[in-house]
């Protein structure tokens, strides 16, 4: 049976997580988030103090990433632990970001992720969903808003915590996140050439998702 494949790709903090969810639910789809699967292995190079390229390269092999949904929600595992709870640090953030440019580590998850779309009706979300993993989707769409909108997103989600950070300081990461995500050398964050654009900046949630689902029941139909 052919499955449908939804790509959705864009910056941090563009609401890819959020959005695809909530689309995914309403259309009984899966919504597989494969940065999530970044910052797992980004969480065990901090545990394992493995975060320099040769190192994480050596012990990849021991490194089993996992996807499970239960009732529709993904849960990520490492080695078999349900992590899903530990890999949205600033922390994790960042060691995510550095292990996604190691060429290795993207080729270890490139299997599991190809396999997700062949099995499932997906919207898979990411940085090179469009562009390298799933070229022939149904339909790519590139979400994204300017880096202020981001950070301020963010902030808001955060504030009621004790240790939300300033704002300047989310900014700050946001800019550099974007910075490491789009000039790495291997599968950078980068716009398919046929995919929709979507600039959110001025667009509330729920138009979002109203905009999104849209699409996608066109090429439903
Ligand atoms: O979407 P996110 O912020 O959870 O992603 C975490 C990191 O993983 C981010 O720095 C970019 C990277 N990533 C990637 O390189 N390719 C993907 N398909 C998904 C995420």
């Given at each position: 049976?052919?499955?449908?494949?939804?790509a959705?790709?864009?910056?941090?903090?563009?609401?890819?997580?959020?959005?695809?969810?909530?689309?995914?639910?309403?259309l009984?789809?899966?919504?597989?988030?494969t940065g999530?699967?970044?910052?797992?292995?980004?969480?065990y190079?901090?545990?394992?103090?493995?975060?320099?390229?040769?190192k994480?390269?050596?012990?990849?092999?021991?490194?089993?990433v996992?996807?499970?949904?239960?009732?529709?929600?993904q849960?990520?595992?490492?080695?078999?632990?349900?992590?899903?709870?530990?890999?949205?640090?600033?922390e994790?953030?960042?060691?995510?970001?550095?292990?996604?440019?190691?060429?290795?580590?993207?080729?270890?998850?490139?299997d599991?992720?190809?396999?997700?779309?062949?099995e499932?009706?997906v919207i898979?979300?990411?940085?090179?969903?469009?562009?390298?993993?799933?070229p022939?989707a149904?339909?790519k769409?590139?979400?994204?808003?300017?880096?202020?909108?981001r950070?301020s997103?963010r902030?808001?989600?955060?504030?009621e915590?004790p240790?939300?950070p300033?704002?300047?300081?989310?900014?700050?990461?946001?800019?550099?996140?974007?910075?490491?995500?789009?000039?790495?050398?291997?599968?950078?964050?980068?716009?398919a050439?046929?995919?929709?654009?979507?600039?959110?900046?001025n667009?509330?949630?729920?138009?979002?998702?109203?905009?999104?689902?849209?699409?996608i029941?066109?090429?439903?139909?």
């Amino acid at each position: 049976m052919k499955t449908i494949n939804i790509a959705i790709d864009g910056p941090s903090g563009a609401g890819k997580s959020s959005i695809s969810r909530t689309v995914a639910n309403e259309l009984g789809f899966i919504h597989a988030d494969t940065g999530a699967m970044y910052r797992a292995i980004g969480l065990y190079a901090i545990r394992h103090d493995c975060l320099e390229p040769e190192k994480l390269i050596e012990k990849l092999k021991n490194i089993r990433v996992e996807l499970k949904f239960i009732g529709g929600v993904q849960r990520v595992l490492l080695c078999g632990e349900d992590v899903s709870d530990y890999i949205r640090s600033p922390e994790v953030s960042m060691a995510a970001s550095a292990v996604s440019a190691v060429g290795e580590v993207r080729a270890h998850l490139l299997d599991l992720q190809k396999k997700i779309a062949a099995e499932n009706n997906v919207i898979m979300d990411g940085r090179d969903i469009g562009a390298v993993i799933l070229p022939h989707a149904d339909l790519k769409i590139f979400l994204t808003a300017s880096a202020e909108e981001r950070a301020s997103r963010r902030y808001l989600e955060l504030r009621e915590k004790p240790d939300c950070p300033p704002y300047e300081k989310i900014l700050e990461d946001i800019v550099q996140r974007d910075y490491n995500d789009s000039h790495r050398a291997i599968a950078p964050l980068q716009k398919a050439e046929d995919a929709v654009l979507l600039d959110t900046s001025n667009m509330g949630f729920n138009e979002v998702v109203e905009h999104v689902t849209a699409m996608i029941r066109e090429i439903l139909d």
